[in-house]
C-alpha cells in the first residue's frame, strides 16, 4: 500500500475515532457538561457508586423503583446521552439504570488506569449490586458496553440467571474487530510502530488533526464511517462532541485490548434470552459478525434495523425502543411467554428477512 493510500486511510479511521467509535481527547478536555445534550438525562442521580476497585461511577435512574429493572451500558466514548431517545419510553414500564462507563462521561477516572473490558464488566456488577440488590435485570450493552456484558460473563457466569436474567447486545461483536473499520488503520501502522499500543498512539494523533480541522470535517467522516445514510446532523455532532470530551487514556490504554480481544469463550457462559440488535449499515461491526455471535448465544435472536448504522439507539430511537421493550417485557414479565428462546433474525419488528443463526 502506498504513502497517499496509506495516509487517507488513516484519515478515515481518525475520524470514526472523532465519531465516537473509539474515542479521545483534544489536548484540553472538555468537561462533559461543555457537551450541548440532545436530551435530559434520567432524572434521578443514584451515583457516584463505587465499582469494585473503587472507581466512582456517575448512575442515573428513571422510573417506578418497584417496576423490573433494565440497565444500560454505552459504548466507546459516548455516554448516558446516548440512550436519551430511549430511557423515557423505555421508563414508562421498567426501572431504568444508566451508568457512565469508567473514565467516561460524569464518571471518575479508572482506579490505577485500569480500562479492561474485564473491569468494565465488573462495573456492571457493581451497579446492579449496589442500586438493584437481589432483583433480576435485564442488561443492556452498546458497541464497548456489548463486550463489558461478555467480560461479566466470562468472570462472573453464576450471575447469568437469578441477577442477570437476560441481555441485549446492540452493534457488537465477540472478536475480530481489526477486520472492521476499527482495526484497519492500527493494523496497517503495526507492522511499522511495532505493537498496537504504538499505533494506537499515532492514530490519536492522526485524531486530533481531523478534530481539530476545517469545521465539519469531522461530521463528514463521521457520518460515513458511523452511521446509516439518514442519520441526523445534530445527532452526529453531538457523537462527535463527546469524543471531543473524552479523555485521551480511554483509547490509548484500551484500544489494543479492545483490537485484539477474543471473548468467543464466553459467549456460551451468556446462559439467559438474549437479543442481538444491528445496524444494517453497520461498519464497525457488520451483520455478519452479529449473525455469527448470535448463533453461539444458547438463546440468541438477532434483529437487523433498517437504516442504521453503529449506533441505532440515536438513529432509529423507535426501533430500538420497540426491540428493548417487547423482549425486557418477555424475560421480566412473567405472564409473557418468552421470546428470546428461539433463535431467529429479522428485520426491525418482521421475522424471517436475514435468515436464521
Known amino acids: 500500500m502506498n504513502r497517499k493510500t496509506a495516509a487517507v486511510s488513516a484519515g ?44 466512582p461511577l456517575a448512575v442515573r435512574a428513571a422510573g417506578d423503583p418497584e417496576a423490573p429493572v433494565v440497565l444500560l451500558a454505552h459504548g466507546f466514548s459516548l455516554d448516558i446521552s446516548s440512550w436519551w431517545a430511549v430511557w423515557p419510553e423505555l421508563a414508562k414500564d421498567f426501572r431504568v439504570i444508566a451508568l457512565d462507563l469508567r473514565s467516561h462521561g460524569a464518571s471518575g477516572r479508572a482506579a490505577h488506569g485500569d480500562l479492561s473490558l474485564r473491569a468494565m464488566g465488573r462495573d456492571l456488577a457493581a451497579v446492579l449490586e449496589a442500586v438493584a440488590p437481589g432483583r433480576p435485570a435485564v442488561v443492556v450493552g452498546h458497541s464497548m458496553g456489548a463486550v463489558a456484558i461478555l467480560a461479566l460473563a466470562e468472570q462472573r457466569p453464576e450471575l447469568f440467571g437469578p441477577r442477570i436474567a437476560g441481555v441485549a447486545l446492540i452493534g457488537a461483536a465477540s472478536s475480530d474487530l481489526l477486520w472492521g473499520a476499527m482495526g484497519s488503520v492500527t493494523e496497517l501502522l503495526r507492522p511499522r510502530l511495532g505493537s498496537l499500543q504504538a499505533a494506537a498512539r499515532r492514530v490519536d494523533g492522526l485524531r486530533r488533526v481531523v478534530l481539530a480541522g476545517p469545521t465539519g470535517l469531522s461530521g463528514v467522516v463521521a457520518r460515513v464511517t458511523q452511521f446509516g445514510p439518514n442519520a441526523p446532523k445534530d445527532v452526529v455532532d453531538h457523537v462527535v462532541a463527546l469524543a471531543q470530551s473524552t479523555a ?110
Do not use: N, Y
Open 12 to 55: 478515515v479511521v481518525a475520524g470514526a475515532l472523532a465519531a465516537g467509535m473509539i474515542g479521545s481527547a483534544l489536548v484540553r478536555r472538555r468537561h462533559p457538561r461543555d457537551v450541548e445534550p440532545l436530551g435530559p438525562p434520567p432524572p434521578e442521580d443514584l451515583g457516584p457508586v463505587a465499582s469494585f476497585d473503587g472507581t
Open 248 to 357: 485521551s487514556e480511554v483509547w490509548t490504554d484500551a484500544l489494543p485490548e479492545l483490537m485484539e480481544m477474543d471473548l468467543r469463550h464466553a459467549v456460551p457462559r451468556v446462559r439467559v434470552p438474549a437479543i442481538v440488535l444491528v445496524g444494517e449499515h453497520d461498519r464497525v461491526t457488520p451483520p455478519a459478525g452479529a449473525v455469527a455471535l448470535t448463533a453461539t448465544l444458547p438463546e440468541g435472536r438477532l434483529v437487523v434495523i433498517p437504516d442504521a448504522g453503529h449506533i441505532p439507539m440515536l438513529e432509529t430511537p423507535e426501533a430500538v425502543v420497540r426491540e428493548l421493550r417487547g423482549f425486557a417485557r418477555a424475560v421480566l414479565q412473567p405472564s409473557v411467554p418468552r421470546s428470546g428462546r428461539r433463535r431467529l433474525a429479522s428485520t426491525g419488528s418482521k421475522e424471517g428477512g436475514e435468515g436464521t443463526a
